[in-house]
């Protein structure tokens, strides 16, 4: 049972990975936020920060083993009274023991006896993030209604870069704040006995979102989502591509998984971990994608761009790996051509009467036009009957966690959403689409 008091118990529990260095700061932004947050690291992760560090910044006793204070049942007690249970960084190690129960620390002793929401936030190489193995383990916490954030791309230690970098300490503060907030009316609703949704499930798929409860209301239909950036080849080791880590996409098929459709994710060079219960689609190229997506909006109810496709490919691409020529002057000229619009052909030619097709568009303001002028164009010359308009430029990065969106109706309607995770994000435009498809 979390706690009854007005302060809000946090177990932080930080395991050994380098990125341990950046939770310190997630530690300072709990605190000061009136949390009470009790430390439990692991062994390893005292070798990359110390106990004094976690002990002077929570204010709180710090061990890693359940046989301090054994009359106190540290083991057991320290997961009853939390209202939320954080793990960062979450090692691949350490998914693995959440994911098959293993408990061989007061760390993972907790994780075992917390009945509060948990977040996992992984940090890790990327051979290590993208291995079968952690691949199955997250998949397998996030059907149990675990809340595992997706890693940052970026450096990692050393000089290498990719995805597996520990996610910026205020972002992961947004998260835990999130999660409190959604425990905390959940607990509201309880305590004023209000009738819960009959149809309404505490779904894993949650997964993009904690606990969070959704309606069925897409059960029977079949959603189409396209995600992340495609690749034009130029050679057979080099291609055209763009920064799209397919988070957003890959938030929209796991909310619409939680509310009962089934899915296709056509997804475009994407590293993300598959959402359970999708079936996905692994493409290269826009024409790869372009077919795939036709082929699977033929019976689809709902079709969802959220796929960054190059609008133009090498025209022709040679067969073998491309040579510099001697000349350092030499200029290489490579021509372009146009790939077919695979947005505005799915809304010009429905394969299905009432189909609803979403689109995305990110914009930037200039001399001709706002952001939202530019949009309101490109939803008229596309024919989509849902723009989703993402404002783009200065410090508006690819890759991260949330998402501040327009939504523009064919219909005329204009609805701001977030700043939001994508999980959220996902969820209002569900629910526009909802209303569409009735
Ligand atoms: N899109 C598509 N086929 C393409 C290009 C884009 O289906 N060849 C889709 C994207 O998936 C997205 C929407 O169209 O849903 C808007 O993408 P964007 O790149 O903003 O549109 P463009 O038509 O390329 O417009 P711009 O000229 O502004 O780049």
Redesign the pocket.
Known sequence: MASTDAVRNVVLGVSGGIAAYKVASLLRLMTESGLRVRVVPTEAALQFVGAPTWSALSGQKVSTSVWDDVHEVPHVRLGQNADLVVVAPATADLLAKAAHGLADDLLTNTLLTARCPVLLVPAMHTEMWEHAATAANVALLRERGTHVMEPASGRLTGADTGAGRLPEPDEIFAEVQRLLADTQSHNAKQDDNVDADPHATWSGAAAASGTKRRTQDLTGRHVVV?AGGTREPLDPVRFLGNHSSGRQGFALAETAAARGARVTLVAANSHLPHPPGVDVVPVGS?LELRDAVLAAAKDADVVV???????YRPATPAESKMKKSEDADERLVIQLVR??????ELSADRPRPGQVVV?????TGDETGTVLDHARA?LAR?GCDLLVVNEVGEGKAFGTLHNTVVLLGADGSERPVGPADKATVSDEIWDAVVTRLQ
């Not at 790939?339 to 505005?344: E, F, R």
């Open positions: 396209s826009a761009m959220a796929a960054a496709v190059a609008d790939n077919p619009d695979i947005l505005a689109g995305f568009a990110a914009e490109k596309k």
